[in-house]
Nanobody
Framework: QVQLVESGGRLVQAGDSLRLSCAAS????????MGWFRQAPGKEREFVAA????????YYTNSVKGRFTISRDNAKNTVYLQMNSLKPEDTAVYYC???????????????????WGQGTQVTVSS
């Protein structure tokens, strides 16, 4: 089992940068693909980015391509989301999640993610 704890969310202004972290417990972190999702008020939780076990492959939803970067440090059991050029529409609760790499986690579907963190709030003011 994997327990995930996100951190780094806060209030920022449009155009600012922010880095989210997700710390995982357990010795099996390096065997899971990882993803970031977000949920804005009144909206469905949506896929943001994903990264393979070895970090050799990354995937992004179109709205964040070129602005967000997902990375991981398996030695630290941590996955990151670097967010640049933030926009008010990026305001949401951000969740990290873990998926078995044999599943099509890169499709963006929540179905393939087994473990979830509690979320961290990111608010971007205009």
């Amino acid at each position: 089992q994997v327990q995930l704890v996100e951190s780094g969310g806060r209030l920022v202004q449009a155009g600012d940068s922010l880095r989210l972290s997700c710390a995982a417990s357990g010795r099996t972190f390096s065997t899971y693909a990882m993803g970031w999702f977000r949920q804005a008020p009144g909206k469905e939780r949506e896929f943001v980015a994903a990264i393979s076990v070895s970090a050799g492959n990354t995937y992004y939803t179109n709205s964040v391509k070129g602005r967000f970067t997902i990375s991981r440090d398996n030695a630290k059991n941590t996955v990151y989301l670097q967010m640049n050029s933030l926009k008010p529409e990026d305001t949401a609760v951000y969740y990290c999640a873990a998926a078995r790499p044999s599943m099509p986690y890169y499709s963006g579907s929540r179905t393939y993610y087994d473990y979830w963190g509690q979320g961290t709030q990111v608010t971007v003011s205009s």
